[in-house]
């Protein structure tokens, strides 16, 4: 017999409260998962977990065993980080999610320029402007832009956004500049995929409901749209900056413009970060010293 035979399942599916997903992070069948894990029950002589067709919860016994075993594997994790130190270059695989946009200008490449450093790490992307489930779906480190609502994660702040607003010389000769937010509604506002943008104003936060005559998912083709004069736009520093600065486009509200927002590195707090993990974060907050791209909202 040995002691160790299903713990590692039955940890993903306390973790998870899913034979699913446990199959999915340690990569077997779900059959497999239920097998190790009623053998353990039978082994231990105690039912872990109440399962219904819809939850899997664990029983009062089971979550006693999953505190013990949770220790214990948190130390294994250790160990292995130890050895890991040992070896002088990271290796293994690192699987990560970031903003489409993001990943596709910021991220990607400093990962592989990181990668260049240590060819024996092996890297897996999945780019989407979706928050997937970092545990469920085994991933190591997600990169999240903005607000974070997820308080279960741990997060490493990396580099600031801020939202401009801004239209073309042509756009304002035409049609002047707003100066309240109330004037807004008078502007054909160019939207991304919600209809209102942020502000602050006396200190407090206020959401704008503003409409035009373009919606676009693209935060390029937005700047298209305004650098030929057609709307006002509110997108991040990274796609306006350039045409600020050489006066393609003007900002406006500056005195309303929402605080610095923060681009984060996320991953679930029960896990250690491993050698590997801590260093490309580390690469990641020492080249990313300023604000990135943000898929417009």
């Not at 306390?14 to 894990?37: D, M, P």
């Not at 999953?66 to 994790?77: A, I, P, W």
């Not at 304002?172 to 919600?194: D, R």
């Not at 006002?232 to 350039?242: K, R, W």
Request: hydrophobic share 35%; proline share 4%.
């Amino acid at each position: 017999m040995f002691i160790w035979e299903g713990v590692s399942e039955f940890v993903a599916v306390a973790e998870t409260e899913s034979f699913t997903a446990a199959s999915k992070r340690l990569g077997i069948s779900i059959a497999q998962v239920s097998r190790q894990v009623s053998a353990l029950e039978d082994r231990l002589g105690v039912k872990l977990f109440y399962r219904t067709t819809r939850k899997v919860s664990l029983t009062e016994s089971g979550n006693v065993y999953y505190q013990h075993c949770r220790s214990v594997l948190d130390g294994l994790e250790e160990a292995e980080r130890i050895l890991a130190n040992l070896h002088s270059e990271p290796r293994g695989k690192i699987k990560l999610t970031a903003p489409v946009t993001y990943g596709e200008e910021k991220i990607i490449p400093l990962v592989n320029d990181f990668v260049l450093m240590y060819p024996e790490l092996e890297t897996i992307f999945n780019l989407t402007n979706q928050t997937v489930d970092l545990i469920d779906e085994g991933y190591d480190l997600a990169i999240r832009l903005g607000r974070l609502s997820d308080s279960s994660m741990v997060a490493k702040k990396l580099s600031t956004r801020t939202q401009y607003v801004c239209a073309s010389p042509a756009y304002i000769e035409a049609y002047g500049l707003p100066h309240s937010l109330s004037e807004l509604e008078k502007h054909n506002c160019l939207l991304g995929t919600i209809d209102f943008w942020r502000f602050q104003e006396s200190g407090r936060e206020k959401n704008i409901r503003v409409s035009g005559n373009m919606r676009c998912n693209s935060g390029y083709g937005l700047i298209d749209a305004a650098l030929k004069g057609i709307g006002v736009i509110q997108l991040p520093d990274y796609y306006v900056q350039t045409y600020i600065n050489d006066g393609q486009l003007i900002t406006m509200l500056d005195g309303c413009r929402e605080p610095e927002e923060g681009i984060w590195a996320v991953y679930p707090q029960n896990r250690h970060l491993s050698p590997k993990i801590r260093m490309l974060v580390d690469y990641l907050a020492e080249n990313l010293s300023g604000p990135g791209p943000h898929e417009p909202s």
